[in-house]
């Protein structure tokens, strides 16, 4: 139950949203030619790409990611400075203490299932000096799709299953708890409200899919997944308008220094 080619596929289809949620998190970094970067939960790496251009020949960047169907297409690309690991972000220890320069995470940290770990992990391989840039949802928000799939999940016969790794979007202050715990005392969180648009339903769940791995079903078992989506489905159609769905959505964007 796990991602598959089709879901990575989609996502590098899909993923304009957090791509340009990665622009802004990028734009609140000083990322310079000759830099080395770690991309923690890079997924098919086109933004890993994007931050190789930043570097330039002398630098490096390295992108990480459980998902051999995402690091499948990452390792097509075809930039020099960029190499790829299978890997989480509670677990580094391919890395050298104080081996980057940068530490970017976006649209990730709310799958990471032990947090505290993996910012210990980001602090112990950043350089002193070094900067970690984290972009994703934020849990003092309750985005649209939250709702709709805690409400369907909830409902018989769906109810029985336990979601195994959910989603954990962190408060502010559960954040800033976080940073302080693991070291980083300079740092600024600011939020950044986007608007996901979908031009219907359908593509508005494929689009949870595919940037979920799955996840968007909850611990349920592959047979019950059309009928949720079906009932998801319904709960999105009152939202549909002649311009499509536009959903709002809430990120924290922390830039903190080692
Ligand atoms: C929504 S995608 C974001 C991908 C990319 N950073 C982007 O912005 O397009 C979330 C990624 O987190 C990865 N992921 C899930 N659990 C993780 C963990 N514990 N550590 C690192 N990455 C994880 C998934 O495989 C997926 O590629």
């Known amino acids: 139950m796990g991602d598959t080619r089709e879901l990575a596929e989609g996502y590098t289809l899909a993923n304009d949203t957090q791509y340009n949620a990665g622009l802004f998190l990028l734009s609140r970094l000083d990322i310079q030619p000759g830099m080395h970067v770690l991309d923690v939960g890079c997924g098919p790496g086109n933004l890993t790409a994007y931050i190789a251009r930043l570097v330039g020949d002398g630098g490096r960047v390295v992108g990480i990611d459980p998902s051999e169907e995402r690091l499948a297409i990452a390792k097509s690309l075809p930039d020099r400075q960029l190499s790829f690991f299978q890997g989480k972000a509670e677990d580094l220890s391919r890395f050298e203490s104080g081996s980057f320069d940068v530490v970017f995470v976006n ?24 900067q ?36 954990r979007f ?3 202050a559960e954040l800033e708890g976080l940073l302080e715990a693991a070291g980083f005392r300079e740092r600024t969180i600011v939020v950044n409200n986007i608007v996901k648009k979908a031009r219907d339903a359908d593509d508005m769940i494929d689009w949870l899919d595919t940037s979920s791995s799955g ?40 830039v903190a220094v080692r």
Not at 112 to 119: G, Y
Not at 216 to 244: C, H, N, Q, S
Request: glycine content about 10%; cysteine-free.
């Open 107 to 130: 649209s990730t940290l709310h799958w990471v299932q032990d947090q505290p770990r993996a910012m210990r992990e980001f602090a112990r391989v950043l350089r002193p000096g070094g």
């Open 215 to 254: 996840k968007t079903y909850g611990g349920i078992p592959l047979e019950l997944r059309p009928r949720a989506r079906e009932l998801m489905k319904r709960e999105w159609e009152p939202f549909v308008t002649d311009e499509g769905i536009k959903m709002d959505m809430e990120l924290l964007v922390t």
């Open 132 to 167: 970690l840039g984290i972009s994703g949802g934020s849990g003092d928000f309750v985005a649209i799709h939250e709702r709709i799939k805690a409400d369907v999940l909830g409902r018989e016969p769906f109810s029985a299953y336990q979601e195994v790794e959910p989603p």
């Open 170 to 172: 962190l408060k502010r």
